[in-house]
C-alpha cells in the first residue's frame, strides 16, 4: 500500500507557490501517459484545491518532450486480461470523472501544452480555462487507429470546433502544431516556450481567481503566429465539403471526388489513413461527434462512457484488443479489424455502442454534484 501512495505522489510532483499549485506529469519515459495512479491523484488534488481558499488557481504541465501522450492504453489491456471487462471499464470511469471535474472547476485551470499532447492529455487539459501552446506542441485524437474513438470528453470539444474541423480530427487522427491549436480554438493561447518559466512566475504572484485576471497575464507573453502555408487548416473549405456528409462512406466518397478534381497529397493521405482505421471505430466516432454537438460536456461524458464500457466488453467487436496488439504490443502496425469494411456495419449495430450496457452490476456513470460551487459563467455554459 505504501509503495502504491509513493507512486501516485512520484507520478504527479506538485508545488505549491504562493496562491497557485503547479502539478506536473512525471513520467517521461512514458511520454507522461496516464496511470489510473495519475488520475486518483489528480482527482484527489482537484478536490482538495476545490475546497482550499488558499488556492486560486492550478498549473498543469509535463516533464520532459510531452505534456501527456495520452491514457495508458496498454496497461488497461493488461487490467483487462488479468481481471476482466470491468477492470478496463474502471479506469475510464475515474477518467471521465476528473473530465468532468475539470470541466466544472470553479477556479482556473492553466495547462502548459508544451510538448506531445494526445488522447487523454486533451481530455486532462482542453477542459481547463486555459490551454496554452507552444512551438512543441503537437496535437492528436488518434484513437480510430487503435479500434477505440475520441473519448474523454472529446465528442464535446471537437464538435464546437469551426465547420466540420472536429470530425476531421476526430476520424483521421490528424495532428495539429501549436499554431493550428491557437487557429482553431483548441488552444486559447500561444506563448513561445523560451517564455515559459516568466509566465509560470508571473502566474503565481497572483492573488487572484478570476479569468480576465489570469488571461491577460498569459496575454502578455502571448503571441500570434501565422499559419504555415502548407497548414490543414487552411484546407477548412474542403474540409467542410468532406467531413460534413452523413455518413463515413459519404465522407470518403466526397474525398475520393476531390481528389479526381485537384492533386493534393493531402487528400489521398487523408483517403488512405480512413481506409486503415477500424471501420468500426470511424462509425462510432463519428456518430458520437454528431451527437455531442447537441449535448452539454456531462451528457457526452456519460454517454462515452457508455461506449468505452462495450468496447471494454467486445461484444460487437474486438478492434481495441486487435488495434493494441498492433499499434502497441507486437508493433507490426497491420491490425486485422472485424468486421473488415464499413458497409458490414449497420445502423443497428453503431446504436448498441449507445445503449445501456445488459450486465447487471454495470451502471452509467455517475458525475459528482457541483451546485454547490458558485460556477463561472464559462462552467455553466457547458452544462
Known sequence: MASSVSSQHDQVLVEEKSFA?????????QLNALSFQMISRLLELFLAYEDDPNVKLVILKGKGRSFCAGGDVAAVVHDIRAGGWKAGANFFMKEFTLNYLMATYSKPQVSILNGIVMGGGNGASMHGRFRVATENSLFAMPETALG?????????????????????????????????????????????????????????????????????????????????????????????????QKTVEE???????????????????????????????LKISLRSIRVGRLQGVGPCLVREYRMVSHVMRGEFSKDFFEGCRAILLDKDKKPKWEPSKLELITDTTVDSYFSKVKDEDWEDLKLPARSKFNLPPYVIAKL
Open 251 to 281: 465522407i470518403l466518397s466526397a474525398l475520393e471526388r476531390e481528389a479526381v478534381d485537384r492533386r493534393d497529397g493531402w487528400i489521398s493521405t487523408t483517403i488512405q489513413t480512413l481506409k486503415k482505421a477500424s471501420p468500426t471505430s
Open 148 to 244: 477505440l474513438f475520441p473519448d474523454v470528453g472529446a465528442s464535446y470539444f471537437l464538435s464546437r470546433l469551426p465547420g466540420f474541423f472536429g470530425e476531421y480530427l476526430g476520424l483521421t487522427g490528424g495532428r495539429l502544431d501549436g499554431v493550428e491549436m491557437l487557429a482553431c480554438g483548441l488552444a486559447t493561447h500561444f506563448v513561445p516556450s523560451a517564455k515559459l518559466p516568466m509566465l509560470e512566475a508571473a502566474l503565481c504572484a497572483v492573488d487572484s481567481s478570476d479569468p480576465a485576471t489570469i488571461s491577460s497575464i498569459i496575454g502578455k507573453y502571448s503571441e500570434r503566429p501565422s499559419l504555415k502555408e502548407q497548414s490543414v487548416y487552411n484546407r477548412l473549405d474542403v474540409i467542410d465539403r468532406c467531413f460534413s
Open 21 to 29: 499549485r503547479i502539478l506536473t506529469f512525471n513520467r517521461p519515459k
